[in-house]
């Protein structure tokens, strides 16, 4: 099992563009959920999906939209990037809803 | 507004210390708290907690609930540098897949 991958690893955007996040989960897991990491603030949710076609808001959805097509990809469009999204990207799954098992990141910087 | 807090913010200890890291949580229809280690990437899973009083074990890694006191520690006996990390606490709440994470400690242990 590959487990969870992000693609891309790093990308530098202008302030404006649009772009979409990837994530990819082989485990057959329901749950999935994309966080932001800054300095000393810990992990903060973005959005999540408790299933195929089925989103919610986190604490930070401002600026980002999801989508569930499959129990395995559940990409983050930014729709028009500003410098303060410049953080590292985390996506996650769970199979219960508790643990999760989280992909490399993806670090974004808008100039 | 939900909130967990993380004390210390970091630490640095010597090899061979005992450590405990505290976790403190504010949150509406407390479902389950985890653990999280965070070396240079992707979070790990460590332990989750569901009720009081009962202590999770791992190896040298231990750690505890009091959901009455709303807060919980994670022990850490004879640290080496390999315990050198961010180590996340987050609760989750009841009614979602919604997880709230602390800032993090980060732990260095000297050789």
């Known amino acids: 099992n590959a487990g969870v991958t992000q693609t891309p690893k790093f990308q530098v955007l202008k302030t404006g563009q649009s772009m979409t996040l990837q994530c990819a989960q082989d485990?057959?897991?329901?749950?999935m959920s994309w966080y932001r990491q800054d300095p000393g603030m810990g992990l903060r949710l973005i959005h999540y999906?408790?299933?195929?076609?089925?989103?919610d808001q986190g604490e930070v959805p401002n600026g980002y939209n999801v989508s569930r097509s499959t129990t395995e990809d559940f990409p983050l469009r930014l729709l028009s990037a500003a410098p303060s999204q410049t953080s590292v990207y985390f996506c996650?799954?769970?199979?219960?809803?508790?643990?999760?098992?989280f992909g490399p990141g993806t670090r974004l910087t808008v100039t | 507004e939900d909130k967990v807090v993380q004390s210390p913010l970091s630490l640095v200890v010597h090899e061979g210390d005992t450590v405990t890291l505290n976790c403190s949580y504010e949150v509406t229809n407390f479902r389950s708290l985890l653990w999280y280690k965070q070396e240079k990437k992707a979070p790990t899973f460590l332990f989750m907690l569901?009720?009081?009083?009962i202590e999770k074990k791992s190896g040298r890694l231990s750690s505890i609930l009091d959901k009455k006191e709303l807060f919980s520690i994670l022990n850490i006996t004879a640290t080496q540098t390999g315990d050198s990390a961010i180590y996340l606490c987050?609760?989750?709440?009841?009614?979602?897949?919604?997880?709230?994470f602390g800032a993090g400690t980060r732990l260095f242990v000297k050789a």
């Open positions: 996650a799954s769970s199979r219960t809803g508790y643990e999760q098992y």
């Open positions: 485990m057959n897991h329901e749950y």
């Open positions: 987050a609760v989750e709440a009841t009614g979602g897949f919604k997880t709230i």
């Open positions: 999906s408790v299933g195929a076609g089925i989103t």
């Open positions: 569901t009720s009081s009083g």
